[in-house]
């Protein structure tokens, strides 16, 4: 932790857990008996409860989205550039609450948890999940705390896509539904990407099958590879040619394959550090709920019919360089809603900073980020 916390710091934050034991029936067709969601909160909820914000998080993150855990805290909740008094998910006018999503590996209940049937931890047999399973346990989250109805639903990346869920299926539940750096489904070649990933874990003589806890090891190179792989598709080219250019780590070549560029001690360093704090079973789960989401699927394959579904308003931001969920994708969303006849906002952010700009404190986004929400905020103080 810092030495004195920042004034627009939440502060020291404690996880929360709460524990289900109504079953979960799940989209792949089996039930989870019971389950524990990991989660934090941030501001006070007012009198009527009508000032939470839910926050979804992407493929790698989790519950702790803001503040400090402790002294050996040294960086903050991974999205804490938004989220804090006066910033744009101002915690001195709403109430946050933030869980990790079911199948995580920071809590809830998933892989690395035990199964309270067995008693043995679930590894590779816990159920495949999707976004619609992780709304649908969200609202068990929601009726825990009180909240009948979300000022907002927030996210970005695969975030975003339960934004958009939550809108669909639960349209009376939420009043702005906030999708970033998000798409309405994988392409091609997005899919062919987590595949990649995956298959680096899985051909790892580690994985053991996804039973490597039992033999004291873990797919520690198809972590690495996977992560590498990934953590490309999250920047752009002027990104990462601003970061590293073809800079070489010793000044001159050595003519071998260990590290010689500085993009490639970055990528390894990046694969090193996640490898040693994600599951990967988990992965192989995150990665799946992606390729899996597609919500135009239960409206005959139509997004419009789907966006029909919604009551809330939206706000839809992309960003120009993010070629992993182009704003192309974005657009499809916005006009899906158009055309459904819904509230719907718009921002491109000019950046070059790639898929991970909505994680960055970039001031036009920031900016508009934080208008749209004051005037949700507003809407609750005017109604309280």
């Known amino acids: ?14 996880p929360q857990t709460l524990h289900v034991d109504q079953p979960l029936e799940l989209e792949c067709g089996r039930v989870l008996p019971a389950y524990d969601l990991v989660y934090e909160t941030y501001g006070t909820l007012n009198a009527e409860a009508s000032n ?8 790698s993150g989790h519950h702790h989205a803001a503040g400090y855990h402790g002294a050996d805290d040294k960086r903050p909740g991974w999205w804490d550039s938004c989220i804090g008094p006066g910033k744009p998910i101002d915690t001195d006018r709403f109430f946050v609450v933030c869980p990790n999503n079911l199948g995580g590996c920071h809590g809830s209940s998933g892989p690395l948890s035990r199964n309270p049937e067995t008693g043995e931890l679930w590894g590779p047999d816990f159920p495949m999940m999707t ?22 639903v927030v996210g970005g990346s695969l975030g975003g896509m339960q934004a958009m869920q939550w809108a669909i299926d639960f349209p009376d539940r939420l009043r702005h539904s906030v999708v970033i750096a998000g798409a309405p489904k ?17 051909t790892d003589p580690n994985f053991h099958g996804g039973r490597y806890y039992l033999h004291d090891t873990y797919p520690r190179q198809g972590l690495i ?23 070489l ?7 071998g394959f260990d590290v010689e560029f500085q993009v490639e001690s970055y990528l390894r360093h990046q694969g090193e550090t996640f490898s040693r704090n994600f599951d990967a079973n988990t992965y192989l789960l995150m990665t799946k709920a992606l390729d899996y989401f597609d919500p135009a699927r239960d409206y005959e394959h139509s997004l419009e ?33 158009v055309q459904a006849g819904r509230d ?9 900073k790639g898929h991970d700009a909505f994680l960055l404190p970039i001031p036009e986004y920031t900016k508009l980020f934080g208008a749209y929400l004051g005037r949700v905020a507003d809407e609750v103080s005017a109604h309280a």
């Open 1 to 14: 932790m810092p030495e004195s916390i920042p004034p627009d710091s939440v502060g020291l934050v404690e």
């Open 52 to 59: 939470a914000i839910l926050i979804c998080h992407a493929l």
């Open 131 to 152: 976004v619609k399973d992780w709304v649908k346990s969200q609202t068990r989250l929601a009726d825990a705390l009180g909240i009948r109805q979300w000022a907002a």
């Open 186 to 202: 994988l392409s091609a070649q997005n899919i062919a990407f987590n595949e990649v990933a995956r298959q680096s874990i899985l």
């Open 225 to 247: 590879l996977a992560r590498m792989v990934g953590h490309i598709t999250y920047l752009s080219d002027d990104a990462m040619r601003m970061k590293f250019g073809r800079d």
């Open 249 to 255: 780590r010793s000044g001159r070549f050595h003519f």
């Open 305 to 337: 019919k789907a966006m029909e579904q919604t009551r809330c308003k939206f706000l839809v931001m992309s960003f120009n360089s993010d070629w992993r969920f182009a704003p192309e994708r974005s657009r499809e969303i916005v006009n899906a809603l």
């Open 344 to 352: 719907v906002s718009y921002a491109e952010i000019d950046t070059p």
